[in-house]
């Protein structure tokens, strides 16, 4: 057997490169969350009204991921990733100058902008990393999405110690100076094809390809996943073991920062054995710890366990679906597949919280949530094995299917 090829010179610079991006503009996509208690006590708002406000910035950033990728296929990732964070620095500076609700939603609007990064880095680290090391690659480039974690550590206690500004200036800057460094040094992979037509055009091309949906449905209960956890754990702890907001914030800190760093591991072993399994295993345990935690185990250490546990499973799944897209997507389109699929995980990360706080409030409690999410996660195991194995028959190492196959 062959080793597997080696990615070309530039590679790895360019992986860095397009890692940092994606950190620094998830750094200022969100920036709203952390602030919005002390929002919601200047201003006197509903907790819907704070939901609304930290929930913008992120339907925005997740739809806006499907333009912004049909338009990284056309002009590459080198002229993308600069307007993408000078763009930005528009709202993050707004931010540091308006108080009032409405003015802050407008400007969390435009935050959004910042969100819509990963569907510029993907398609460059594709370009650049050959199938056999593909899953790995875009996995270390999803660890951006750490970024999150800076500005859940950062922006107030920033903001206590410096001034109400400072977060917001800082950000700013750095966007600023990778916005350059990234026109300076990234470069699109050699070979790039530039796909003809609008980006309009390429969207609902891409929206008829079977294999879209079905990634779109995958990422949805994977990044979907986390993204709920990471949003509601903290208000689940605190009702359900009576912890305190500290307690529970670190411990969602930890959650996050596990599924973080299995992203990469979930590519790697999509590298070594292929998406589809990798994808099977992960979804099963998912559903066997959510019935674990659905008991409400009274004992901390088990709940613990079943938290981190999802969180890695989660996170090595987020990792094996792009894994899959850099396999299974055209190579002119895989910014387009990775818009529309990376829209899909965004937003399905809000209908969890919503469901858990309703069945929540209806039933007081959330063992029922929990079931739902076990269902969830082992019918995407099911589907997976089921309608996808035909993947794996045909996309070896160094192998593609054809752009409009769909699995069997």
């Keep these: 057997m062959n080793p597997p090829a080696a990615p070309p010179p530039g590679a790895g610079r360019n992986l860095l490169l397009a890692t940092v991006g994606f950190t620094v503009n998830f750094w200022a996509w969100a920036l709203l969350g ?32 499907i333009p912004i990728g049909a338009l990284t296929d056309r002009f590459g990732a080198r002229v993308m990733f600069p307007v993408v964070s000078l763009a930005t620095i528009v709202p993050v500076l707004t931010l540091s100058v308006v108080s009032s609700f409405p003015a802050l939603i407008v400007t969390g609007f435009f935050l959004g902008i910042g969100g819509t990064a990963f569907a510029v880095g993907v398609p460059l680290v594709s370009g650049w990393y ?14 951006g999405m750490g970024g999150t974690a800076i500005s859940n550590f950062s922006t107030v206690q920033l903001a ?28 699109d992979a050699p070979g790039r094809q530039r796909p003809a037509g609008s980006a309009w055009a390429r969207v609902a091309e891409v ?24 949003v509601y754990l903290p208000a689940y702890l ?8 500290g ?12 599924a973080v760093l299995a992203r990469p591991a979930g590519g790697w072993l999509s590298d070594r054995f292929h998406p589809v399994p990798v994808l099977v295993w992960c979804f099963v345990g998912t559903a066997v710890f959510a019935v674990v935690q659905a008991f409400q185990p009274a004992l901390m250490p088990i709940a613990t366990i079943c938290f981190l546990g999802l969180a ?54 959330y063992a029922i949530g929990l079931m739902l999410l076990s269902d969830v996660a082992l019918a995407a195991a099911v589907y997976t094995a089921v ?22």
Excluded: H, N
């Excluded at 056999?132 to 660890?143: Q, T």
């Excluded at 605190?238 to 907001?245: F, I, K």
């Excluded at 035909?390 to 299917?401: I, Q, S, V």
């Design 34 to 65: 952390p602030l919005g208690p002390g929002v919601k006590e200047r201003l006197g708002l509903s907790f819907t009204a704070q939901s609304l406000l930290v929930a913008v910035p992120v339907v925005v950033g997740s739809i806006g991921r």
């Design 130 to 143: 050959p199938p056999a090391r593909r899953g790995f690659a875009i996995g270390v480039f999803g660890a």
């Design 160 to 187: 206590d110690a410096y001034g109400a500004r400072t977060p917001f200036l800082l950000v700013a800057a750095i966007l600023a100076g990778y916005a350059v460094l990234a026109f300076l040094l990234i470069r």
């Design 207 to 230: 929206g008829r390809l079977p294999v879209t949906w079905q990634l779109c449905f995958l990422y949805a209960v994977g990044f979907g996943g986390f993204v709920a956890f990471s």
């Design 238 to 245: 605190r009702t359900a073991y009576d912890l305190s907001a």
């Design 247 to 258: 307690d529970a914030a670190l411990r969602t800190a930890g959650f996050v920062i596990l």
């Design 312 to 365: 890695a499973l989660l996170g090595a799944a987020s990792g094996s679906v792009f894994a899959l897209v850099g396999r299974v997507a055209p190579a002119d389109k895989v910014g387009t597949v990775t818009g529309v699929v990376g829209a899909a995980g965004g937003l399905g990360g809000f209908v969890p919280p919503l469901i858990m706080g309703w069945v929540y409030g209806v039933e007081g409690s």
């Design 387 to 408: 309608k996808m194995s035909g993947l794996a028959r045909r996309t070896e190492p160094g192998g593609r299917p054809p752009a409009d196959a769909a699995p069997s």
